[in-house]
């Protein structure tokens, strides 16, 4: 996890241990949970102020005490108020850094994979979307791991990508783009596990990519002149 607090540049009197201390958080929620103890240490400190006035008997020592921890208190949420506005910045500021920084690596993927070659790119985007959107994809990706002797226990309907959640916005990516983010997404092994409706495979990386291989190697072999001459006779 890089460290962003040096490089976000914002204005504030609040104390760097303060800002330390909630730099995590803020990071991953913005303000919600600091509000909630800001919002805790206000309604505490009115407490301690009506126990200091209501209980009778009380040592005036004891009540002074009170009111001062009620003080520390109000103070503390007053602190906290500002920390908010703080949080808030701060989380749109790293969410900001680590969508730019998902899509350079998305970006520096698909030009490792794909280059300027439009066609790849269209080729593969569409066998992505066969495997994830149609029954029949899934079931071809499940037969050819079946040929090759492995997870002949699942039935071909049990056979899915791994695909991990995004890193990047989805609505601010092109196509291309959306591609290379599934093909970062694919967890590298597969995963094989028994449910309530039988067993299932996640497939992962090496498997996907083995059967890349083998759908370009069967086009290949059905463009060859010999075979679609062949197939061109068969028809006659």
Not at 80 to 105: P, R, S
Not at 108 to 129: K, M, N, P, S, Y
Not at 161 to 174: R, S
Request: net charge neutral.
């Amino acid at each position: 996890m890089a460290d962003l607090l040096p490089g976000f540049k914002y204005q504030t009197k609040l104390s760097q241990l303060l800002i330390i201390e909630y730099e995590f958080e803020a990071r991953r929620h913005g303000d919600a949970h600091i509000k909630n103890e800001a919002a805790t240490a206000k309604r505490t400190a009115t407490t301690l102020c009506k126990a200091a006035g209501q209980v009778r008997g009380m040592d005036p020592k004891d009540s002074a005490t009170l009111r001062a921890a009620a003080s520390v208190l109000r103070r503390h949420a007053a602190e906290l108020g500002e920390l908010c506005k703080w949080a808030k910045a701060y989380h749109t500021y790293t969410v900001q850094y680590h969508q730019a920084e998902a899509l350079a690596e998305i970006n520096a993927f698909a030009h490792a994979r794909w280059g300027d070659d439009q066609q790849a790119h269209v080729l593969e985007t569409a066998l992505l979307q066969t495997l994830q959107k149609t029954q029949d994809g899934a079931r071809a990706l499940g037969h050819f791991l079946h040929s090759q002797g492995l997870y002949t226990h699942v039935q071909l309907e049990g056979f899915s990508l791994a695909v991990d959640w995004p890193c990047a916005d989805q609505t601010k990516l092109n196509e291309r783009q959306r591609t290379a983010d599934i093909l970062l997404r694919l967890k590298r092994k597969d995963d094989v596990y028994e449910g309530r409706m039988g067993w299932t495979c996640l497939v992962g990386k090496q498997s996907y990519e083995r059967y890349r291989e083998f759908v370009a190697a069967t086009a290949a072999r059905a463009l060859e002149p010999g075979r679609v001459a062949g197939a061109s006779e068969d028809l006659s």
